[in-house]
């Protein structure tokens, strides 16, 4: 089978809806599907129902980190390839400033 769907989840800002605020994009037999998920907890539901929907791979934002990879990789229980977009050393000031922890 041809590699020929996948899908990109990232982060927003906690306002999003992933029913709606996605972008299909269909460009020489691959349809890539991009979803912006409200938090953390939404990326594993969201990758599963677009693995329910054809997607062969998922890959997510540098946002999550790589405890959610690996959350969304468990769930999905090896049907498809999970990955996640890194950031050097160089850029670990400048991303926790985007995404500051409530904790």
Known sequence: MPFNNWGFLYLGTGSED???DRAV???GGLTTTVVAVPDHGSAVRV???LVAA???SIELCGG???KVVAEVAAALEGKVP???VTYGVESVHALAALFPRDE
């Open 18 to 20: 992933p029913a709606t």
């Open 25 to 27: 994009i269909d460009t």
């Open 47 to 49: 990758a599963q129902e």
């Open 54 to 56: 054809g997607a062969q």
């Open 64 to 66: 999550f980190g790589p």
């Open 82 to 84: 999970v990955g996640g």
